[in-house]
Structure formats: structure tokens, C-alpha cells
């Protein structure tokens, strides 16, 4: 087992840079997701610390060795794709020996090892059958367990999920989550998507354009996003921005501060109440209702025409074009400089 530790890390591909000097510290143990919108260089900073892309710049220790110029094998990490890359040829059994085999393990240590990692991820029963006769969350299985045998000090996930349907990535999600907390080794985990990142990690480093948003626990990013990216990005639906102009009279009263020209107020779906007109904080025209069961995404639009979104446990009584008003405890409320976007 080993942590990390990135400092100042530069990529370029010929004149243009995707990563603009990264500085992360990765602790012995820790569960890290590397969160963002597509292009942000969340795949790019993950196969830099394997060692399939080359840095340009900086520093990318593993434990305490700088690994700049170490090669992907000597790195003793162990990465799995979305695309599960098996040998269809082989049996399940040879595509996780495969690795260690090459590597001219012990045959007995090669048993050992393939078949424990089989029993942890139940595919004791499949190691005979060939990677088309198994289902795609099968086939993820066994691709983790080939890094697994290899015993790595660090496993790095690049979007491991993205190919299973809805309910095969909640199961696999729990499953490596289970996984992490029996094997206690470092996990890079890269995704595009935020619930993964907040149900899986201990520590999420949010990317965009090539930079570090925030870095914090998924509770702390919730709860104290360092700037309005972060805010939109972490929570679902995303959070509502309102100017001053947005909000109904009695607002300042209620949230006990005004916002200034060049502020903004965001306040998130599912701490919106609905209430009375006279008590509101923010009032909108109803333009959709979608209604999930267990809660409703209410839909609407101020009268100066920013829409925003209220998640309530009960659709509203109001037709399509009435007026609902919601009030929000005013601890709840988070505040960011329109200009830099940063949290005040
Ligand atoms: P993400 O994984 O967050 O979707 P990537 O790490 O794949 O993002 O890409 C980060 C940026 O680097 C993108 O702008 C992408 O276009 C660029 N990029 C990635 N690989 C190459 C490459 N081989 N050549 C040129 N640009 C690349």
C-alpha cells in the first residue's frame, strides 16, 4: 500500500496544455475520486499516475518514490478500464493468471492468489467459462480481479462502470466500495458522474479545464463548495442561483443579509419549502412537474425569468402558471462573488 503525493504535475499534447500544474496528496488507504465534466483531464491525470501517458512537467511520487520515469509495470499499480479488455480466448481462470504468469509467478502462488480474488468477487464458479459467456458485470468482475492478483499498491478505476445498465452499476458500485474497505488499499477512482463520486469516495478532487476545483470529503464539497462550479457540479439537480432581483421583498429579512450587485444567492432544490407568498425567499410561475414517487422536481420561473428547480416530497397543488413561493432556512443558503465565481 502506498499514498500518492502529485505536485505541479503539466501535461501538453504538442503546443496544448490539458493539465495546468497539479498539486494533490493522496493518503495511504484513501478511496480518491477524480470528478468532472468530460474533457476536464480527469483520464489524463489517472494514466499519468500509471505511467501510460508521460508527464511534462512536475512530479508524480508513489510512496516515496518519484515515478516520473518509472515504466507502468514497475509502478505497482494495477488499473481497470471500462472497456474490460479481456482475452476472449482464454478462460476466465487465464485472463486473471495471465498478468502474473508473464511476470513468472510461482504456479502454485499464481493458484493461490486467482482464486481468492475469485472467492472475494464471487466468480468462483465462472473461472472455467470464456469472457462471452458472461454478463457484463461478470465480465467488470473479472477485470477487477486481474488487478487484485497482482496485489498493487495503488488500483486506479477509470470510469469502471460506464458500460453496466442503471441497476448493475448501483450493485458493482457497492461492491467496490465493499471491496476497498476489506482490502484497505489506495483507489483512484475516475468518473463523470457525481453520485459515484460521493457514495465511493473519502476524498473527491473536483477538475475542470485541466485544474483542481476543491479537494474535500464528499460531505465538506456539499456543504462548503469552495466556488460555484463546484456548488452546480456536487448535488443533484444542481443548485439554483438567484440575483438580488430574483428574490421576493421580504428575502433579506428571512436569509438576514442582502446581496449586493455583484452577488449571488445559491440555494439547493431540496432545501426549498413551499410557503405563503408573504413568507417567501424566492417566488416562481410553475412550469413542470415531475413527479418521481417518492419526491417531485418542481419546475419553475422567476418573474425576471431565471429558472430554478425545488425538489418536494409532494407534487404542488398549483395548475401549470400559478405562483408558488419557497422559503430556505438561512443556514442553507450559500453566497458567491458573480465575478470570480468564488463562495463568499
Ligand atoms: P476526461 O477524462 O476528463 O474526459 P481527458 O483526460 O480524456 O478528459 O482529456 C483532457 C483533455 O486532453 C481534453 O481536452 C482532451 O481533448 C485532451 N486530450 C486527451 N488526450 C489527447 C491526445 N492524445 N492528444 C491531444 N489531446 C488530448
Not at 501538453?12 to 493539465?19: C, P, W
Not at 493468471?97 to 493461490?112: M, N, R, S, Y
Not at 449571488?264 to 417566488?283: F, S
Request: aromatic fraction near 6%.
Amino acid at each position: 500500500m502506498a499514498g500518492l503525493t502529485l505536485r505541479d504535475v503539466v501535461k501538453s499534447y504538442g503546443a496544448t496544455q490539458v493539465m495546468h500544474g497539479v498539486d494533490l496528496d493522496i493518503e495511504d488507504g484513501e478511496f480518491v475520486v477524480f470528478v468532472g465534466p468530460s474533457g476536464c483531464g480527469k483520464s489524463t491525470l489517472l494514466r499519468m499516475i500509471a505511467g501510460l501517458e508521460e508527464i511534462s512537467g512536475g512530479s508524480v511520487k508513489i510512496g516515496a518514490e518519484e515515478v516520473n520515469d518509472v515504466p507502468a509495470s514497475k509502478r505497482g499499480v494495477a488499473m481497470v478500464f471500462q472497456t474490460y479488455a479481456l482475452y476472449p480466448h482464454m478462460t476466465v481462470y487465464k485472463n486473471m493468471a495471465f498478468g502474473l504468469k508473464q511476470a513468472k509467478t510461482d504456479p502454485a502462488e499464481i493458484d493461490k492468489r486467482v482464486r481468492a480474488a475469485a472467492e472475494i468477487l464471487q466468480i468462483t464458479d465462472y473461472l472455467d467459462r470464456a469472457p462471452r459467456n458472461l454478463s457484463g458485470g461478470q465480465r467488470q468482475r473479472v477485470a477487477i480481479g486481474r488487478a487484485i492478483v497482482r496485489d498493487p499498491e495503488v488500483f486506479l478505476f477509470d470510469e469502471p462502470l460506464s458500460n453496466l445498465d442503471a441497476a448493475l452499476r448501483v450493485q458493482t458500485r457497492l461492491e467496490i466500495k465493499r471491496l476497498h474497505e476489506r482490502l484497505e488499499t489506495t483507489m483512484i477512482y475516475v468518473t463523470h458522474d457525481q453520485v459515484e463520486a460521493m457514495t465511493l469516495a473519502d476524498k473527491i478532487v473536483v477538475l475542470r479545464d485541466g485544474r483542481v476545483e476543491q479537494v474535500g470529503s464528499p460531505i465538506e464539497l456539499y456543504e462548503r463548495p469552495a466556488n460555484a462550479f463546484v456548488a452546480q457540479f456536487i448535488g443533484s439537480p444542481k443548485m439554483n442561483f438567484f440575483n438580488d432581483a430574483d428574490l421576493s421583498s421580504g428575502a433579506s429579512g428571512i436569509l438576514g443579509r442582502t446581496l449586493t450587485a455583484d452577488e449571488q444567492v445559491g440555494l439547493r432544490p431540496e432545501h426549498l419549502v413551499p410557503c405563503a407568498a408573504a413568507d417567501a425567499v424566492v417566488e416562481g410561475k410553475l412550469e413542470l412537474v415531475e413527479n418521481l414517487g417518492e419526491y417531485a422536481l418542481v419546475h419553475l420561473v422567476t418573474a425576471q425569468g431565471s429558472e430554478f428547480i425545488a425538489k418536494t416530497e409532494k407534487p404542488p397543488a398549483g395548475e401549470k402558471g400559478s405562483m408558488i413561493g419557497f422559503t430556505i432556512k438561512p443556514e442553507l443558503a450559500h453566497y458567491f462573488d458573480k465575478n470570480t465565481g468564488l463562495s463568499k
